[in-house]
Nanobody, 124 residues
Framework: QVQLVESGGGLVQAGGSLRLSCAAS????????MGWFRQAAGKEREFVAA????????HYADSVKGRFTISRDNAKNTVYLRMNSLKPEDTAVYYC?????????????????WGQGTQVTVSS
């Protein structure tokens, strides 16, 4: 059973930056494509970004394209989400997820492992 733990969330002013981290417990982490999703209060969970198992392929939601960057360090069993130019509408709980396949997916149902989430709040 793979355990995922997110960290790095917090309160930031609009225009600021945060870097989220997601640490995996298993050495097989490098076999999984990874994704980030978020859920704002009163809204459905939505896709944010995804990355292939070796980091060569990435995909972003239109709402974050050009501002967010997903990356991974398989030697550290960790995936990151760098968030720049943050906006109040980015406020949400952010979740990392792992997929037991080498290609990323935008569908939450295609991910097998989930973290507990980390809160990101952007003030205006």
């Amino acid at each position: 059973q793979v355990q995922l733990v997110e960290s790095g969330g917090g309160l930031v002013q609009a225009g600021g930056s945060l870097r989220l981290s997601c640490a995996a417990s298993e050495r097989t982490f490098s076999s999984y494509a990874m994704g980030w999703f978020r859920q704002a209060a009163g809204k459905e969970r939505e896709f944010v970004a995804a990355i292939s198992r070796h980091g060569g392929s990435t995909h972003y939601a239109d709402s974050v394209k050009g501002r967010f960057t997903i990356s991974r360090d398989n030697a550290k069993n960790t995936v990151y989400l760098r968030m720049n130019s943050l906006k109040p509408e980015d406020t949400a709980v952010y979740y990392c997820a792992g997929r037991t396949y080498y290609t990323p997916s935008t569908y939450s149902s295609e991910y097998d492992y989930w973290g507990q989430g980390t809160q990101v709040t952007v003030s205006s």
